[in-house]
């Protein structure tokens, strides 16, 4: 740790000064070139062993994301797919893999629902945020259940400088759209703090084509969040600090389906919305022992609540998590060559469900250590964690990792890792109902193996590639059928995937691509909505004071279901963004999503029988202006 410590400044240079034992995290997250949630540590992004993808907020600025969702399309080897807009339901698939097998963090917390296994990521205010990394391929050995295809990690906003620092930011916008940003962040050498609220909402847009009349009004959305980071130096040694972000708001959504009246076995129209909170409370302290030992302890508790009622009806669901987590991790120099992570975890889910569950909590504890072994000539990674689940029992997960250096320009690592996705409270619990078997309290965890070869080059000072090629087998995963849910499939994803970043004539550029080959194994067919072929292309230059920039991306044609009977066509979005800096307290900035005003659709509804894509956003402006006043 302490070679990282003084190496991280040569490579980051002019970015930052030497980062101090205090805050030493919270410094990290403003920079581009270091990761975080590989090994829950700070180091070199190069010295990592996953594929990985940040965003700072510099980067966050620049690009004026929509959405977390958003932001997360630019990464090669991710696709999302949502049903119509702002605040719709949203599906990411990270290399290939469903939403329910890739982890998504908030400081340090999970998310998910614990009975449908999805993070609710449309909910997440992209204004509370910091920072975002996206790791490719299995952690399952470091953060062990529903690591298979990834692990995303979102940070929430934080202070780094001396002093007070207001922010107002406000935006409006097609669809009638708001953005409104309250900000307040300040410290000094032993105390920092942030604090920001939010209010955005949007008339938004009609999201399905044909269906019922109560079906062709506007979906509106609606999001209020709060940020609030506090961190505090007691020594040099010793910092603590508490995290909390706060996401709670009113999504309306079209119901083609109608809702079925068992009674008189017929369907009536509805004006569904659903109430949602998504939560997450972290505290830790971090001490340097000594020279060659690092320890930090986090204690957190997040919540993810989903209320959906009808204008039209009684209807009322109500589906909420509750997850209390404990973890403690140690970091280990044991000489030049050889260092040690240990470390434990502990989390408990609690179901709050108008659906009543057999069972309606479960714990996990688990075990993890890491062995990095590095020489002048090669380097390896050897991790192994032990998980006991109160629902599933015992899993050992397996990870591996050999570089070999080849120049000071380019690196080739193999990986092999090993990883698993535990069933929802819905898979094992969920009542049967009009004759339907829905669960299966006999389920075994889904299990991964992922084999992979990265390829790391700086091609000059000026632009650097990184490619990755994998495979990836998934063996008893969960399928519904007639008989319920059961162990029965399995996947085979093989992958190729590369990012490049380039500077030319002043110009910043970002590509990524990635190709997949998605398939059942048991029918040959292609996993749904995963198109095999997508690239995203950003541009961005600064002139003084102004700021351009574009955006492109292409998705190719998928699949809407298994059998590969309905099919979703592939499309290309351009959108343009401007900023300019008026002084140096006001900002002015201006985009336009999808340019050309192209019509598309990520998944496919069905109304009488017929089948129809949802409308996703059209052509749309959005103008904001951004005071930060100094004190």
Partial sequence: MNRLRFALPLLLLPATAVLADSFERDDALKLPNVVISANRQVQARNDSSAANSVFTRDDIDRLQPTSVSDLLSRVPGVQVAQSGGRGSVTNVYVRGTSTAQSLVLVDGQRISSSTTGTSN?????????????????????????????????????????????????????????????????????????????????????????????????????RNQAISFSLS???????DAGVNVLDNRGKSEFDNPFGRYDSLNYQSFQQQPYTDFTVSSVSSYVDARLNDAWKSRLELGHSENREKTLDKLSDDRSVFNTYRDSLTWQNDLTLNDQNSLILGGDWYEDRVNSSTVLAEDSRWNRAAFIQHRFETQYFSTELGLRRDQNQQ??????????????????????????????????????????????????????????????????????????????????????IVFGSDGPQNVS??????????????????????????????????????????????????????????????????????????????????????????????????????????????????????????????????????????????
């Fill in 121 to 221: 990521l449309q909910y997440l205010n992209i204004d509370q945020i910091e920072r975002v990394e996206v790791l490719r391929g299995s952690r399952s050995a470091i953060y062990g259940s529903d690591a298979i295809g990834g692990v995303i990690q979102i940070f929430t906003r934080r202070n780094t400088e001396s002093g007070l620092q207001p922010r107002l930011h406000v935006g409006f916008g097609s669809n009638q759209t708001w953005e409104r940003n309250l900000g307040l962040s300040g410290g000094d050498q032993q105390t920092r703090f942030s604090l920001g609220a939010s209010l955005d909402d949007t008339a938004g847009i009609n999201r399905t084509r044909t269906s019922y009349p109560s079906d062709g009004d506007h979906d509106a959305y």
């Fill in 392 to 477: 599933f029992g015992g899993h050992t997960s397996w990870s591996g990792t050999l570089t070999l250096p080849v120049n000071p320009d380019n690196d080739l690592l193999f990986s092999y890792s090993e990883g698993f996705r535990a069933p929802t409270f819905n898979d094992l619990y969920y009542p049967d109902e009009y004759g339907f078997k829905n669960a299966n309290p006999n389920l075994k965890p889904e299990t991964s193996k992922s084999y992979e070869l990265q390829w790391r080059s700086q091609l000059s000072d000026t632009s650097r590639l990184e490619a990755s090629l994998y495979r990836t087998d998934i063996q008893d995963a």
């Fill in 490 to 631: 399995s996947a085979r994803i093989n992958g190729f995937e590369a990012a490049l970043k380039q500077e030319l004539f002043g110009w910043q550029g970002s590509l990524g691509l990635a190709m997949i080959d998605p398939r059942d194994r048991d029918t040959g067919r292609t996993l749904a909505r995963r198109a095999r072929r997508t690239v995203s292309l950003d541009l961005d230059r600064q002139f003084d004071q102004f700021g351009v920039g574009a955006s492109w991306q292409a998705v190719s044609s998928s699949y809407d279901d298994p059998k590969n009977q309905q099919r979703l066509g592939g499309y290309g979005l351009l959108g343009l963004r401007a900023s300019w800096a008026v002084n140096r307290e006001v900002t002015l900035n201006m985009k336009v999503d999808n340019l050309l005003n192209k019509d598309y659709s990520r998944a496919l509804y069905q109304y009488q029988g017929q089948q129809y894509g949802y409308r996703e956003e059209g052509r749309a402006l959005l103008f904001g202006v951004t005071w930060t006043p100094e004190l």
């Fill in 232 to 238: 505090h130096a007691f020594t040099d040694e010793i």
